[in-house]
């Protein structure tokens, strides 16, 4: 994905969300600081921020606003990766160790509890009840998420409806979010386009989680920067899986349904082969080709500019990612 392209059109926009996030994760306590700091320096594309400005100006906003909301957002999303990091145990992420890896679970926890508090300080601070319900709303859904996945986890009989609530509580919200936030700063009294935009996300992000799931099965760890059959490892059942069970042979859904319940990597490539030709990659690669689909009619009756053909892209490109 050509990301650099697509931010460049609101780049200096983007340079003020890292300089907030930077600012903003400043304080007394040095461990809050040295872990922040590391998050910075992990990278990572910053698509959720991404989002929120891009849409914010294809609504018409022309003031600043959108940065912060942006930032928050951004906070919001590192706090959630933070916590999934100790419940999965993940030790890699974007190719570094995650921060539970370097300096243990409690350490990760407590600093993703500082990121949400702080979030909702700046929040508050944005002195708008719409973006502060959409935002609340959003916090509440993905713990819902979250929730929902441990449910799920290690449950081979885990249903295609099912998983796709998983998706979009725990993925798609904080997209929606970005998105709807955005537009509702670009809000006028005769126009306001904040639930297609908020529709936009809320495919986009779908499209954006299957593609994951893809890739845990396809992909190369040097440029997802993360372990390939990460997800099996942690007994979650993925779209693929999901169908592969569903399609497969019994001998073949059955040992899908044993690692799953076990997370058991032994036959780690037998199960990716399985996958493959069973059509477990493909069925979930039309699955997110529709979601996009939606996604860009979503975005129909919005009026053309840089920021749209920006945001049409930007769907468009994230089926191709290979990371």
């Known amino acids: ?136 709303l959003s916090t509440n859904t993905i713990s819902e998420g979250e929730v929902l996945q441990l449910i799920n986890c290690r449950d081979p009989d885990t249903t295609e409806e099912s998983y796709m609530r998983v998706i979009h509580h725990k993925t798609a919200k904080m997209f929606e979010s970005a998105a709807e936030t955005g537009a509702v700063l670009g809000a006028t009294e005769g126009r306001d386009q904040a639930e297609a935009f908020a529709t936009f996300g809320r495919h986009l992000g779908i499209a954006f989680q299957l593609v994951d799931d893809v ?5 190369d760890v040097e440029e997802l920067g993360k372990n390939v059959g990460d997800d099996l490892a942690e007994g979650k059942p993925t779209l693929p899986l999901i169908h592969t069970i569903r399609s497969g042979s019994p001998q073949q859904a059955k040992l899908i349904k044993d690692a799953i319940r076990t997370g058991g990597l032994d036959r780690l490539q037998d199960i990716i082969h399985i996958v493959r030709d069973s059509g477990g990659l493909s069925h979930t690669v039309a699955v997110a080709e529709e979601q996009t689909r939606l996604a860009l009619a979503a975005l129909e009756t919005v009026p053309e500019s840089r920021y749209k053909e920006a945001l049409q892209t930007l769907a468009l490109e994230s089926l191709k990612r290979t990371h």
């Open 1 to 136: 994905m050509d990301f650099k392209a697509i931010s460049s059109n609101v780049a200096d926009d983007f340079e003020a969300v890292n300089r907030f996030i930077q600012h903003h994760l400043d304080t007394d306590v040095p461990l809050i600081r040295e872990v922040g700091e590391y998050i910075i320096q992990s990278g990572g594309k910053r698509l959720r921020p991404l989002v929120c400005l891009l849409c914010a100006r294809a609504a018409g906003y022309s003031g600043d606003k959108h940065v912060n909301v942006a930032s928050v957002i951004e906070l919001l999303h590192t706090a959630t990766l933070l916590h999934d990091d100790v419940v999965d145990e993940s030790g890699l992420r974007r190719g570094r160790p995650t921060v539970n890896a370097v300096w243990g679970n409690a350490a990760s926890v407590l600093v993703g509890d500082f990121l949400i508090s702080r979030s909702f300080q700046l929040m508050v601070a944005l002195e708008d009840q719409r973006l502060l319900e959409i935002l609340s």
């Open 215 to 219: 890739l845990d099965y396809q992909g």
